[in-house]
């Protein structure tokens, strides 16, 4: 059984890949077509994509309540850092990921503090593509 197209967009979502490029630059695509020969494999990405919602998910609800709160009685609540500590276990889940497909992370996924730092060139993706070479 492949992953489900949502599967696959949270896959490229958390490593860092864009959809817009799917004809170009194939890597992902194929590490992925490739689970569905695996079932223990394909279990392992679904899983780790699982713990990448339920972090992201964390993020997006307990750290606006912890940023908000400031303190609980004498206890003093840093959403700064609640917000770094959840990032780094999704660090983690999507450099599992990373691993299992055996491709690389790019603009350091979905849990780094920047964007996407440009990603097409003339001759098609950065670090790639499927443009011929002459000469």
Do not use: W
Not at 1 to 25: I, K, P, V
Not at 26 to 49: F, H, Y
Not at 106 to 135: D, I, Q, V
């Amino acid at each position: 059984m492949a992953l489900t197209q949502a599967q696959r967009s949270s896959c490229r979502r958390y490593l860092g890949y864009s959809g817009r490029y799917l004809n170009f630059d194939t890597i992902l695509e194929q590490a992925m077509d490739l689970l569905a020969s695996n079932a223990a494999d394909e279990a392992l990405a679904v899983s780790l994509l699982g713990k990448c919602d339920d972090v992201m998910s964390e993020i997006e609800t307990t750290v606006p309540k912890v940023s908000k709160a400031g303190a609980v009685g004498s206890l003093q609540l840093d959403g700064a850092k609640t917000l770094q500590t959840l990032r780094n276990h999704g660090r983690g889940y999507v450099a599992q990921l990373s691993n299992l497909l055996g491709v690389p992370v790019r603009n350091g996924g979905a849990f780094s503090t920047g964007g996407s730092e440009g990603y097409a060139g003339y001759s098609g993706p950065n670090g790639g593509g499927n443009r011929l070479r002459y000469g």
